[in-house]
């Protein structure tokens, strides 16, 4: 587990100075707030009014009659979108694309930061119910405030690390919403529970203290707050199973296991059918190769055709390259037009 995160925070900050080699001029940007009902009255009292960045094709304002598809991108823990935007050189990655070639879209890529550096995409009164932030909220405002196609077949899902992880959770407990998904580099695939000796320290930690954690005190409270919630347990709303024995309690052991993608495929295989395309890929030098390879074998037991790939890289020295070169143009083959 140490080993994981340690190789996460060091590509997050990969990600956010790694420069796209795109040449193109940037398009379009809207930086808005969506109100989300979902994240409404969370514990952790993080805001319902989320930063969102929307990129507009170059023939947007040219064209007023055309809609487009969307694809909505979720970035990883311990950063935010706007640090995803420009790590990644979305705006600019999005003009190259089409310029050689590929289909016009609109990207979204919404900010889910919380109290503990990431939301993980999930249903938590303590966090918030961000995967009813994602899939109804934000999916409604981005339709009525621009010029989309409304419909699954025109409507993708990705993101990297723990954008990844709620990709595949989300694409497994909401079907027909999307049609094709892309998981980059994703993290918290495999069942892994609470570690004594990382918790321990944190018996008694305050907010104030949490929010000067290390990646590691954050990643444990992030996952805790979002998989086991307590609401009878202030102040920071959250079980992270460690009894006064020393031992952890199995009930939170299943609890984040339950939230494993790994485990859910063999549950969501029909929700996994009604996509028109899957994608993964993992960098061969990424710690988390392995659990990216065991939901990959998974997906194929169960026969779902998934687009694969391990290429020479990390956790995240080569996603703003990827984000131009694979995951736009398989968004462009999968996604239909007007």
């Not at 040449?23 to 009255?41: L, N, R, Y």
């Not at 907010?207 to 000067?212: S, V, Y």
Request: proline share 6%; aromatic share 8%; glycine share 8%.
């Amino acid at each position: 587990m140490n080993r994981i995160v340690r190789s996460v925070l060091a590509a997050a900050v990969l990600v956010i100075s790694t420069t796209a080699q795109a040449q193109s001029p940037a398009a379009k940007v809207d930086a808005i707030k969506v109100h989300s009902a979902a994240i409404e009255g969370n514990l952790e009292g993080n805001s319902a009014d989320r930063d969102v960045f929307v990129v507009l094709p170059p023939s947007y304002a040219s064209h007023p009659e055309r809609r487009y598809p969307v694809v909505y991108f979720l970035h990883g823990f311990f950063a935010t979108a706007a640090k995803y935007m420009e790590g990644t050189r979305i705006a600019e990655a999005a003009a190259a694309a089409v310029q050689a070639g590929g289909a016009e879209m609109i990207l979204v890529v919404p900010d889910s930061d919380s109290r503990h550096a990431g939301s993980l995409y999930s249903n938590s009164s303590t966090v918030g119910n961000f995967e009813g932030f994602i899939t109804r909220d934000l999916i409604a405002a981005i339709d009525r405030q621009y010029r989309t196609l409304a419909r699954p077949e025109s409507r993708g899902l990705a993101g990297h690390s723990m954008g990844g992880y709620g990709t595949l959770r989300l694409a497994m407990r909401y079907p027909g919403i999307y049609s094709s998904i892309y998981a980059m580099s994703a993290c918290c695939l495999a069942p892994r529970a609470p570690v004594a000796e990382q918790l321990k320290p944190l018996a008694g930690i305050t907010p104030e203290q949490a929010a000067k954690g290390d990646f590691m005190v954050r990643a444990t409270l992030a996952s805790a707050a979002a998989w086991s919630p307590a609401p009878e347990k202030p102040p920071l709303f959250l079980e992270t199973g460690l009894l006064p024995d020393g031992s952890i309690d199995p009930l939170v052991t299943a609890k984040w296991a339950a939230n494993a993608p790994l485990v859910m495929v063999a549950q969501s295989v029909p929700a996994l059918k009604t996509l028109s395309g899957i994608a993964m890929d993992v960098g061969d030098k990424d710690s988390l190769k392995g659990s990216n390879e065991a939901v990959h074998d998974e997906l194929l037991r169960f026969g779902l055709k998934v687009e694969w790939e391990v290429y020479d890289g990390d956790h995240g020295n080569r996603i703003a390259e990827r984000f131009r070169t694979k995951l736009l143009p398989f968004f462009s083959r999968q996604l239909k037009g007007q």
